[in-house]
């Protein structure tokens, strides 16, 4: 009898008892209503993170406009002394990354620009220009915040760089 046939006869033969493994007295295993607890306790420790964690990204998210506009201001105050006045509102923040055509003196703007490229506000709008600014500076940069809309409060609320 070969080997081959010995594995064989010895796998299909019906008269051997099955051999079970049984299990000890103190081994089993998670019931439902155990695994149903643990979830549970994960999802609320998962929600309390989530309370905690996303008022912290608006927090950031208005930082960092700030921050934009801050390096806005500076390129416009960097415009002004070479060129001697604020790019138009006409032209825009745009006047910071390529000379504008009402421009009086081109040969007065700074190759390469004030900034290599204009931001886009957090919420992925660009920023607004205004020159002179209403509120008597001479000129004027914010975002119109989360909701995209003039005023508002907390998160949509405009930011301007002093607010």
Do not use: C, H
């Not at 919420?123 to 003039?150: E, I, M, T």
């Amino acid at each position: 009898m070969s080997l081959m046939q010995l594995f064989l006869r010895l796998m299909l033969d019906s008269s051997r008892p099955a051999v079970r493994r049984r299990r000890r007295k103190g081994e089993r295993g998670f019931t439902l209503t155990e695994l149903m607890v643990v979830i549970f306790i994960i999802g609320l420790l998962a929600t309390v993170v989530m309370i905690n964690v996303l008022p912290s990204q608006d927090k950031a998210m208005v930082t960092k406009a700030k921050a934009d506009i801050a390096t806005l201001e500076n390129a416009l105050e960097q415009y002004r002394l070479d060129n001697l006045t604020y790019p138009a509102t006409s032209d825009g923040l745009n006047a910071l990354v390529t000379a504008p055509p009402s421009l009086g003196q081109p040969e007065r703007y700074r190759r390469g620009g004030y900034i290599r490229k204009l931001p886009s506000d957090p919420w992925g709008r660009p920023y607004n220009y205004q020159a002179p600014a209403a509120n008597g500076k001479a000129f004027d940069v914010w975002s119109l915040g989360a909701d995209g809309a003039p005023g508002g409060t907390d998160e949509n609320a405009d930011i301007r760089e002093d607010s």
